[in-house]
């Protein structure tokens, strides 16, 4: 089973973890990989370059789009001076090469049907949809209104939050966590691993995302003025990030997980933030639960603990996950948050980050500035 | 007892009740009230001053101010051509007389302060803040941070919030409800009136509020690169609205209610959106709540049921809750959603509404289109 | 010629002009008349429904749109239960009759077709789209890029910018101004009466709108996600609204005007303002300025000189213009400065102003609060 | 004169110039310069904290902020692991030495009290306040209205626009340009230096910027709720960076400069856009435009001519200007645009620029992707 070995928990040192500090010049001097992208024109997909642009290890050597085929990257991504340009799926599909990387930032039932065939032609794949997530096949009929075309890979993908789980370095196909998932993860896996929740209660999960979250797609319902000064609920308790969330959580605990999820449109453009209410077993205190984070959490370089309620700006650009909880004492609920970038640790940011593991590199190379300072 | 007569509840009827159709011409013939408006230039205390001023049956004689004291009130308000300038408080209260009503929208100690003394003036009084909504003073020093000086009027003050709770014409001192108390009471009173919920578990309610919701407070926190682009909790489990919507709806079910409520700042001017999680009994639908809500809230003017999770955007302006609820089959939760805005019948709206019930009116006067249409 | 008798300058008093206080209870008692609004699901039309929904003299009898056909428009329109559902063009054409007034908020193209017909039918017409506003059929394939169906009609149009030029109550078509006309005619056209500007030297003209200034238009570019944080300039210097403007300010200046005008997306749903520059002639000082403006736009209810450059949000959901110019000395230009709410003044207000004008009813009815205060 | 020696202009190639591909390695090995940066907290100096993290040949020493004094700079700037902590202004001086550099983000009073006294314990300085931009002592009174109390400086400063303007390595004293100036100076100067407008007719510019160009204050105007949905003009023909962008200007085309411009204040936390209008000479197409902007700004990697208006998203975070400008034939005006980042390349990304030039670097250290890719 690789999806769920769970990583060792470490305590939270006070010093940058050793993977901060490893000499970037020695990454530096490494062999470059070569990465593809699929599905470059998506906000993920930009993002996918806009982080690769400067990592020190990787050259993307090709980007699919069919939307913008032919058009320069550099014409999309300013700061980056780049030739490249955008090219079909078709095209960059026959011209990958076997030793390569291939980041999916598709459709999940695209990532389906493609990762398979990247596979075979001696690929390794991230893929950042939820077509690989899942252990049970049965569920893609169920949340992603699908039949899953390759069953056999469910049990193969790793399911990429390193923090949580192992990410091998042989791995060949991992499955990079759903935006929402991530935070949600983030903020109850430490209540989980301590077993502080009342165990058989529900996990109630309110989540808030900004506008990037739905992709580029062009609704109505997503023009500037519809989502300018207005605030909705959406996909009520029937969210595709539902059963990834109770899966992962119940690979920590030991235990089936429930959740009620509830995503909520915010309008910004970017950033996520899940709220978290769950019972908590009776004389578990603020200061009980603020430990069972630090501990579970602590030594992860993109795992921070912050004091009060975190906020989504910080962490904008960012591969930061931020979490804060505690008990509210009157009904003994604890109230947990975890805020991300969506397109950060919640898509691009995350996939570097499994990118580097596969390649043996510190999990931070290209996430963190690279300077001395 | 005043506060919490429960009023009849009334079948959703297909056609606009009664009171919405009641010919307004009638209203305009009808003797004119004087209205003062303490804490003016607030932007509660502003919209109280936009919907009066196109009110057929009162006139705002004063708008205090001690900020923008001698200030045109068409400065700020530049739709209605008024001659009327912002005083200061003490001006304004020298100058009330018998029979006016007073609307105040000040800091709740500051009306703890003032209603008394209006009330001694002959005046009758509609306060925006908390200072009467609690039955019990020491709530007060819990949730407020003072020690309420005129305790004797919290069993006198009737609970504004009509659609549940009846509003005498003879009322002195009523306490207009809380904005995300309003939101969260709409959207759980049926679920309570209707016994549907799992009792003694506590109410989870994750508030959402734009940004006047905060006051006109001039903090580093609020600026505009701030708050743009972000999002946040704030007040986790120790909002002061939270005693508020516990007594309210435990008026309404009978039974002590406990409630987890968390605050969140949504980049946005105005709009409220409360999501509450609440286990049901088992085997209760998606239909029976729909029944319970159309049941309990059918035949207000102000309240609508909508087939889908509400959105902020169309009540803005307008003194609507339009709630939604459903079943989340899974964990046996449900899901209800109520949208208002802040300054409407979260603030401002909702006062007019009582001040019209103190004046014998049809509620909605003032608060819909008065054309024929 | 029809359309631009210029209308006689009032002097700026300091109360409210008289149309503004003839009782409306004597308008309540007039006929009421019957409109018909085509185009009605898109932001002008929908503004139509808003403010027609509080007129005491008009009822919209029927609400077209192919897009909505069918739906309740309070469902789209919650502050006003009625029971109008939104109806196809073709349907609401049939149904039209003698006597009523046929509001077009349509594309200029599907304008120019239907007004003719609506004329034969015996209504009368406000069009707010372009199709009746230039007097040369030559101009709508430079600036519109289609050939004028109904060229006999430009002569018989009427300008509807009543502050400026006459709407007779017997016209049978009125061209409802363009929203940056509106706010660039309003900024220059004191300049011009009073013979301040240097003749000849062209206009300069920066517009800033929001984005419902672009229609309900489902375009990538007008996604939130692309127009949240961004800012661009667009149809520079072939901005359509250009030969109106000229042909205005022509009509108020007795001579030939040539104007710059550049268009600017500002991230924000509802707003015009724009900025004017042009030279003065030397010595003309900001006093001079001031005075010339309050001279040509004294008098007017919804046209307000302000002491300082202009905001948009006051008058947001208004009718109102407000202006300020000033000289800068060391260039001797002026700087003039018009804020409107694009839907407002810039389209549906206006539409309305017009209507009053049509029906014989003061300008402001059912554009201002209808109270006593 | 140090200030404006023009920088040789060259041919715009297809590739990224040589300064872009110098291997960052070499950069590297190099030694490392210590800055220390005066006025960290504001909007600018977080600015240059942040692109100063990933800057291999610069270590960040000191940050002073008597605001944050004592606060850890991480808590502010998450994706940054350093130890560093805010420091008071007084502390921070007294631990400056020789050799260090200088980055000043401070207002131009207090830097142009601080800017000697560096000099003067052998630091080398980079002001990125208005208080060496002027060579005139006297406009100080007139524009920033205070005496400028260290005139001999102003000669030496050197104003660093360095696509337009020589900076010398051994440079002491670079006054970094103003966000608006840069912008306009930027879609200027090409024009001016090709002699294609009619000379001695003003420049008009009309400068929009996101808010934080105001700086980190805590006014009521600039609270959320008063900008959101809002837009309006400020310092009509008034604004401190006017003289700068003559100065700089008249350097360019060997003329004096008359510019009338105005700032608008847009409802958005980063970016500029300045929209140009000046006569050009008859029979100036915009064909010959472009070839001058490209001849101008070629060659340099952060000028960037893009075909059509530029918009401010795309240069968002980064250190780039993008320009267009076209001539509009009817009425022979140029209209010319130019987008940055206003922290960007209108403050900390320029002064990085700066930075790299005084030591000696490829000017685009730091503030470009270090990826192979």
């Known amino acids: 089973m690789g999806a769920f070995r769970t990583r060792g928990l470490r305590q939270l040192g006070g010093s940058p973890p050793q993977s901060l500090t490893k000499p970037i010049s020695d990454v530096r001097s490494a062999r470059v990989t070569e990465a593809v992208i699929f599905g470059a024109s998506g906000y993920s997909g930009l993002e996918l370059l806009d ?39 078709a095209e960059v599909f026959e011209a990958t090469r076997e030793g390569q990387i291939a980041l999916l930032a598709m459709p999940a039932e695209a990532s389906a049907d493609l990762a398979p065939r990247l596979l075979d032609r001696g690929l390794r794949v991230i893929d950042l949809s939820g077509a690989f997530r899942l252990r049970d096949p049965a569920a893609y009929e169920e949340w992603y209104g699908f039949t899953h075309p390759a069953p056999a890979l469910l049990d193969e993908a790793v399911y ?21 998932a991530t935070a949600t993860i983030a903020a109850c896996a430490p209540l989980m691993a301590h077993h502080l929740l009342v165990p058989g209660a529900p996990l109630v999960a309110d989540g808030k ?132 970038d969506n397109l950060g640790k919640g898509a691009a940011g995350q996939a570097v980050q499994n990118l580097n593991l596969l390649l043996g590199l510190p999990e931070a190379t290209g996430l963190l500035p690279a300077g001395d300072a």
């Open 51 to 89: 982080i690769l642009a400067g990592h020190p290890a990787v050259t993307v050597v090709a980007a699919s789009s069919d939307r913008w085929a032919g058009e320069m990257v550099a014409e999309r991504l300013r700061r980056w001076p780049t030739d490249l340009r955008f090219t079909s799926h």
């Open 160 to 180: 990429g939050l390193p923090e949580l789980f192992e990410v091998p370095a042989d791995a060949r196909l991992v499955a990079n966590p759903g935006c929402y």
């Open 209 to 340: 995302s900004g506008v990037t979250g739905a992709g580029r797609s062009t609704k109505d319902e997503l023009m500037f003025p519809e989502v300018q000064e207005n605030l909705r609920a959406y996909r009520v308790g029937r969210h595709q990030h539902t059963p990834e969330v109770e899966q992962a959580l119940a690979a920590v605990s030991g235990r089936p997980v429930r959740l009620c999820f509830t995503a909520h449109l915010i309008p910004m453009r970017r950033g996520i933030l899940v709220s978290v209410y769950a019972p908590v077993h009776r004389g578990v205190s603020s200061i009980e639960v603020e430990r069972a984070y630090k501990e579970t959490l602590g030594g992860h370089p993109f795992m921070a603990w912050v004091d009060r309620p975190p906020e989504t700006a910080p962490v904008r650009g960012t591969n930061f996950v931020e979490v804060h909880a505690r008990v509210e004492p009157r009904t003994q609920m604890v109230c947990a948050f975890a805020a991300i």
